[in-house]
Nanobody, 115 residues
Framework: QVQLVESGGGLVQAGGSLRLSCTAS????????MGWYRQAPGKQRELVAT???????NYADSVKGRFTISRDVAKNTVYLQMNSLKPEDTAVYYC?????????WGQGTQVTVSS
């Protein structure tokens, strides 16, 4: 069982920045892949960025060059640095962990970008 706790969401103006944090209840070295997903009202949940145990990253085309996923192993925490935010980035952002074939999700954190 992996528990994920997110923080860092909020309200920001377009062009601004936010950093989301996701802290896992176990060592993130034991988690195969961690990532961030988001879900806007009336839309399906979509992948934002992922980070594997080997530190490989993957990004949705819509956030490439603006968002950066990273980790602090000592703190069991994965971050999502979001720069140049746009109104279309408004969504609930969820942290995800894939470990031994199981999917784990955080409770979600709201990000609202005003124009």
């Amino acid at each position: 069982q992996v528990q994920l706790v997110e923080s860092g969401g909020g309200l920001v103006q377009a062009g601004g920045s936010l950093r989301l944090s996701c802290t896992a209840s176990i060592s993130i070295f034991s988690i195969g892949r961690m990532g961030w997903y988001r879900q806007a009202p009336g839309k399906q949940r979509e992948l934002v960025a992922t980070l594997t145990r080997s530190n490989s990253t993957n990004y949705a085309d819509s956030v490439k060059g603006r968002f950066t996923i990273s980790r602090d192993v000592a703190k069991n925490t994965v971050y999502l640095q979001m720069n140049s935010l746009k109104p279309e980035d408004t969504a609930v952002y969820y942290c995800n962990a894939v470990s031994w074939g199981y999917d784990y999700w955080g409770q979600g954190t709201q990000v609202t970008v005003s124009s």
